[in-house]
């Protein structure tokens, strides 16, 4: 994942809490209660010194990304301290934020303030539609957000729920009479963890069918799509060295692999039965593309890759999700589309009769 022509995305697992209710969410209820740090503000700022030495080393640049929470409701003193901390290092910014919790506008004007204050920033914004129907405040929070800041990443977490009672041309009203025409990504991401707990259906079918005729709505979500397809059909390399330019610091700075698809950027934490493929100490950033842990991923993507339920031998897509790691969502959400039997790649997308049942 790449925010855009210069910074590498990395996201740091800092604080989980959250008072939206979004169905398509990473976190579970349980998780979105608690506002203690999973990183906190000691091994946040070790996590930085390495992001900055590495990327020195490099040439490159990586943007620590603050999640899964809503950051800017954390206390200031500590929202200050991780700040402070990737403006020490002189790196970039971003922070997730959903801005859900009533009774809080002054908190959360100056925590967007406080944020913005620290020079190179991308807000990470995800809006709950039905929040946003329902009240006033919350829409106003959101746009004034937006509206003070020139890098924004927004996003709507599908689900079963959205797709049930709104559809894209409501949901894309709804967005445009709040945020104007601001592009908005359609993401359906759901973890292992969530899809065990019945959270929602899983139909991949719906949801790409969903994507489709919402990012065809407006000329702004549809241009943003093609570019976001643009990007995502890019390959430089194998997987490993993907995950060497774009992975998650979990707690006690476990490092995760990550993957990219048309439906959104998905973490392989313990949330998808997975394990970390190493820890940030001195060298790790160095050695993660040979990591062994990281290289049988990599050997299980290309294996998944070969098994030829979705004709990948022969798709043009093969070489970008042997890149970005596809083959594991395939194989995460086998168990689950049997039913629907479409692929996590770009095809799904392009290939109108991929999406067909
Ligand atoms: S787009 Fe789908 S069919 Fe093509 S290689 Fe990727 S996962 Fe396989």
């Known amino acids: 994942m790449n925010s855009g022509s210069k910074a590498w995305d990395v996201t740091v697992e800092v604080m989980n809490q959250c008072a939206g209710s979004c169905t398509g969410c990473t976190l579970s209820l349980e998780e979105r209660r608690h506002g203690e740090a999973v990183v906190g503000l000691g091994e946040f700022e070790t996590a930085m010194k390495h992001l900055a030495r590495h990327g020195n080393q490099h040439?490159?640049?990586?943007?620590?990304?603050?999640?899964?929470?809503?950051?800017?409701?954390?206390?200031?003193?500590?929202?200050?301290?991780?700040?402070?901390?990737?403006?020490?290092?002189?790196?970039?910014?971003?922070?997730?934020?959903?801005?859900?919790?009533?009774?809080?506008?002054?908190?959360?004007?100056e925590s967007v303030q406080m944020i913005l204050g620290h020079g190179d920033v991308v807000l990470d914004m995800t809006i709950d539609p039905f929040r946003l129907t329902a009240k006033e405040p919350y829409a106003l929070r959101v746009q004034s957000a937006l509206a003070s800041n020139g890098h924004n990443h927004v996003q709507v977490l599908l689900s079963e729920v959205m797709i049930n009672r709104m559809v894209p041309e409501e949901l894309a009203a709804q967005l445009e009479s709040v945020i104007g025409d601001h592009p908005v990504s359609i993401v359906f991401t759901p973890t292992q963890v969530n899809l065990l707990r019945r959270q929602y259906q899983f139909d991949v079918n719906e949801a790409i069918?969903?994507?489709?005729?919402?990012?065809?709505?407006?000329?702004?979500?549809?241009?943003?799509?093609?570019?976001?397809?643009?990007?995502l059909t890019c390959a430089h390399g194998d997987y490993a060295s993907f995950v060497g330019q774009a992975f998650h610091i979990g707690r006690g700075l476990d490092l995760y692999a990550t993957i990219f698809t048309p439906f959104g950027d998905l973490i392989l934490d313990g949330r998808n039965g997975m394990a970390p493929v190493g820890n940030l100490c001195d060298d790790a950033l160095e050695g993660l593309p040979r990591a062994p842990r990281l290289l049988s991923l990599q050997a299980r993507n290309a294996g998944w890759l070969r098994h030829d339920t979705y004709g990948c031998g022969t798709c043009e897509h093969y070489e970008v999700c042997s890149f970005h790691g596809v083959g594991i969502a395939n194989k995460l959400y086998s168990g689950h589309d049997s039913k629907h039997g479409t692929c996590y790649g770009p095809r799904a997308f392009t290939n109108e009769e991929a999406a067909v049942v």
């Open 209 to 231: 069918r969903y994507a489709r005729e919402f990012y065809a709505t407006r000329p702004w979500h549809e241009a943003h799509y093609r570019r976001e397809m643009k990007r």
């Open 59 to 109: 040439g490159m640049v990586f943007r620590p990304v603050l999640v899964y929470g809503d950051m800017p409701l954390m206390p200031h003193a500590m929202l200050k301290g991780y700040l402070d901390a990737c403006a020490r290092n002189e790196l970039p910014i971003g922070v997730t934020l959903t801005l859900a919790s009533e009774g809080l506008d002054e908190h959360y004007a």
